[in-house]
């Protein structure tokens, strides 16, 4: 039983050491120690999710991925995860869901415009001069089946989730279901999906996605665009390559 404890009582000391130092670390180079605690709230998330599925860090759920967006490593991950599940045979069509007049569902369009700027070869649908609702949904399911049968779709949308969760990229090897953060019932759309937990899940979901911070929104947004884009990059050299 002592020998226990001491071992434990050890064990405290080197992390309370490393603790010390990467918080001196922190200090040195932002001046400030928020980034520091935001980073150990981030590692606690993750390890908090991965007891709750029994997964670690990129493997909460087979074929399914979950990321914090304030990691330094969120864009590369989420370009690892697409690189992983999408078929690198033929070009994704994307398609940004939501709507520019409600904050916490603006995260699709957004996105849609960043990538839209950064010129990613890829037909991208959602933007924030033209946004596809819950109304254009319909029509861009009729669109992807004719214009783009062959072409693999990724979709992007904000949902609500745990309070825990919110802040969390989801990529995953399936569709999403647009429309169920309002309780509505617009089936499903794309192979692959990326979503954005903007809120926490409740009965007025609507009220919820008026009161998200923009610069949550932001900071989501340029990580998945990010991550995007760094995926059709690594897409590219790879066809390069094989010339």
């Known amino acids: 039983m002592k020998h226990r404890f001491l071992h434990r009582l050890k064990n405290f000391n080197k992390f309370f050491l490393i603790f010390r130092l990467i918080l001196i670390i922190f200090l040195l180079v932002f001046g400030d120690a928020k980034p520091f605690f935001k980073y150990f709230d981030f590692l606690y998330k993750f390890y908090k999710n991965g007891n709750k599925k029994g997964k670690r860090f ?70 924030l001069n ?55 019932d617009l089936g499903s759309i794309g192979d692959i999906s990326i979503i954005g937990i903007v809120a926490e899940k409740s009965r007025n979901n609507y009220s919820l996605f008026n009161t998200t911070r923009l610069s949550l929104i932001y900071k989501m947004a340029e990580a998945i665009s990010n991550g995007i884009f760094d995926y059709f990059s690594r897409i590219e050299n790879l066809n390069k390559r094989c010339i």
Request: glycine fraction near 8%.
């Open 58 to 127: 990129g493997e909460i759920m087979e074929n399914s991925y979950s990321f914090n967006s304030y990691s330094i490593n969120c864009s590369f991950a989420i370009s690892d995860a697409l690189y992983s599940l999408s078929n690198k045979d033929n070009t994704p069509t994307i398609v940004c869901i939501g709507s520019d007049l409600v904050l916490g569902d603006s995260l699709g369009p957004l996105i849609g415009t960043i990538l839209k700027r950064k010129n990613i070869p890829a037909y991208i649908y959602g933007t």
């Open 130 to 184: 033209s946004p596809i609702t819950a109304k254009e949904i319909v029509y861009i399911k009729d669109l992807l089946k004719s214009v783009h049968k062959n072409s693999p779709v990724i979709a992007i949308d904000a949902a609500v989730g745990l309070l825990d969760d919110v802040g969390l990229i989801k990529v995953n090897n399936s569709g999403l279901m647009p429309g169920l953060g309002v309780n509505k």
